[in-house]
């Protein structure tokens, strides 16, 4: 089940506070670091829902003093340990962390979705998302002996934070998560060792070209026109519209190949808030040795592979300028990409030229062509492209 960011909110910061209330330990985590607690809720509020949901999701949103007295969800009850089951507090060894008297957060309203649809939605305070975290936290840090436990009572705090954080602090992880085939945990290096400097290198830049270049279009698919314009061949475009095919009955999927252009009054550094692009969309390149669901399409290592060789022999010169896939249902413009498919393209697709397609697939098969890109704040906003 993956996290839906609240606009502008992309990770939390746990702060512990000794008895003095000074800080004494600051951990950013991702969003993510909430999905123990919507797991528990399928697990204990919504059984019935598991067997009929295709691709499940959470949304977590804070809210801040004095917005209202919190009004906390029945289920489940009390706080959610770090393996998604109850957290008995007195179970646990010391030490007790309190939440801070001046906490902005105090509590969080969870929604749970499949797709578009709302199943369930509950308000709930800060301890029962995040105690058993910062406890955890507390914990090793006495151990480590950064605190004390006659500096206690401890306090912390949960902020929000627009930085991206993709990775949990090492304090966080219980022994047991290393126990798994296939995770390890990376030595320690030597404070004093020779250091290596690398310096990224600075790409070429974009070839320039005025969009007007491309002749008459026609506007198509939701959203607003953007300054950064998408297009593609009406050759194109029918492939991803009718003729591609697709499998019906789970999601399917693929790789947009094309050429980026940056625009005539343009910066060539691409990290500039002012760079400008344009975008070709030449062909389109089905997924290979990828796993398939109802409600999820998982890109394996293989396919991925199998799609950089095919772009080298077959489309010289052009790049890997995003992907598209398919939801099962028909389009809303309540719902377009869901929480997972931006998290994956904003990791693993980091050029601000690189696009989203959705294919919208209704149950007659009737197709709507759907394209993504990145807004100002990093995530995927809606956009119309251009067919010429």
Partial sequence: MMNDRVRGIRSFIITLYDQTFQVRGYFAVPVSVAAPFANRLFNEVLQERLQTVREPWYAIQPHYIPEKLVNRSP??????????????????????????????????????????????????????????????????????????????????????????VRTAPRELFPPEALEVEGVFRLPELAKNRERIEFRKVKP???????????????????????????????????????????????????????????????????????????LEIT?????????????????????????????????????????????LFKATDEFGLSGMDVDLHRRFLTKPWQVAVLLNVGLDGEREVRCFQR???????????EVF
């Fill in 75 to 164: 289920q489940p009850v009390g706080p959610t340990s770090l393996y998604s089951t109850p957290y008995e507090v007195e179970k646990e060894p010391p030490p007790r962390v309190t939440l801070h008297p001046d906490a902005h957060i105090t509590y969080f309203t969870v929604r749970i979705l499949d797709f578009q649809e709302e199943i369930f939605q509950g308000d709930y305070n800060v301890d029962d998302i995040f105690l058993a975290g910062a406890e955890y936290l507390a914990r090793g840090w006495i151990e480590k002996g950064k605190m004390h436990m006659n500096e206690g009572p401890f306090y912390y705090k949960v902020d929000a934070s627009p930085d991206e």
């Fill in 204 to 278: 070429k830049p974009l070839p320039e070209r005025d969009l007007e270049s491309f002749g008459n279009t026609e506007t198509h698919g939701r959203g607003e026109r953007k300054d950064n314009v998408v297009f593609m061949s009406a050759e194109v475009y029918r492939k991803l519209h009718k003729e591609i095919y697709l499998n019906p009955g789970v999601e399917d999927g693929g790789y947009l190949i094309g050429i980026p252009y940056r625009q005539p009054d343009s910066p060539e550094d691409e990290d500039n808030p002012n760079f400008r692009w344009g």
């Fill in 283 to 327: 062909d389109v390149i089905k997924v290979e040795s990828a796993w398939g669901g109802p409600g999820l399409l998982l890109f394996t290592g293989d396919s991925w592979s199998k799609a950089n060789r095919r772009r080298d022999r077959e489309f010289r010169g052009q790049k890997l300028v995003g992907w598209f896939h398919t939801h």
């Fill in 375 to 385: 807004g100002p704040e990093g995530d995927l906003v809606e956009c119309t492209f």
